[in-house]
């Protein structure tokens, strides 16, 4: 059986507890990989119409796998969500509408179009208020400790996430997390670039760099970098790219080294392995 994606430690981390309460999750994506995945793939008829609409985080593993997400983001001491869809999304948008809930309040932000990552933070601007928020992705559960590590850390951060640990407890094959985004941070922990699909060169001359899994936590100014980034080659606002514009205008953004899995729903190959270690556990929103 493969180790819990749970079993997670949180390296220390010497800064004060933060109150961020805010958590924005990014659920505009296509899901053009998860229709296009393996059609031989095991899903049941009702994780097969989500697949085939693409919509990753409603997959149901006995509730939409989002619901899952949320859990857990309440566990670690988030008190309001905000789900960033499009708006042919009223499917989502009705759902949790509707939704009673006791731990957290469950909202949804409109992306107009699929411009890319920066664009779906700007819509959840409203919703910041001018509060600190926790920025992730919509088609991963990340482990609760890392969760509340990153939302009680003040200031800009990233949750790193070591290799080692990330292929042992994910359900993400190593060859995929190969080509992930690397970290690199100064002895003092601060972020100092982000390299995108790093080379052999670069995964040799940086060993030691921690792997992101697009789990941040912002301050406020986030919204202005995202304002001002450009597109990237691929004609989207990357929110890679907007921390580089906080980092190269002196924000500091802290690393926080964490020896965790992360379970991955964004193929259909992927909805079995998910489904076997979410299945069983309690979902209480």
Do not use: W
């Amino acid at each position: 059986m493969a180790p819990d994606t749970q079993v997670t430690d949180v390296l220390p981390i010497h800064f004060g507890a933060g109150n961020t309460l805010k958590v924005v999750i990014l659920a505009r994506g296509l899901g053009t990989r998860m229709r296009a995945g393996d059609t031989a793939a095991d899903l049941t008829a009702e994780q097969k119409a989500a697949a085939d609409a693409g919509m990753k985080a409603m997959i149901p593993i006995g509730r939409p796998f989002l619901d899952h997400c949320l859990s857990a983001y309440a566990d670690a001491g988030f008190t309001q969500a905000c789900l960033v869809i499009g708006p042919e999304h009223t499917a989502v948008a009705d759902y949790y509408a509707y939704l009673p809930t006791e731990r957290i309040t469950i909202t949804t932000a409109i992306q107009e179009h699929p411009l890319g990552t920066a664009d779906a933070v700007l819509a959840a601007e409203d919703f910041a208020a001018g509060e600190r928020i926790v920025m992730v992705n919509g088609d991963n559960y990340y482990p609760t400790n890392v969760m509340r590590a990153i939302r009680e850390t003040p200031g800009h951060a990233a949750a790193g996430f070591g290799r080692d640990a990330l292929v042992e407890r994910s359900n993400i094959p190593a060859d995929r997390i190969r080509a992930f985004a690397l970290l690199v941070a100064d002895d003092d922990g601060h972020l100092t670039d982000i390299i995108e699909k790093p080379s052999d060169d670069q995964l040799a001359a940086h060993a030691d760099a921690r792997i992101s899994m697009n789990c941040f936590g912002f301050d406020p100014d986030i919204f202005d970098a995202a304002r001002t980034t450009a597109p990237s080659p691929r004609g989207e606002l990357e929110i890679v790219d907007a921390v580089r514009a906080l980092t190269h205008a002196g924000e500091q953004m802290h690393v926080i080294p964490v020896a965790a899995g992360v379970l991955d729903m964004s193929r259909r190959d992927d909805v079995s392995a998910v489904a076997d270690r979410l299945q069983h556990r309690a979902v209480t929103l």
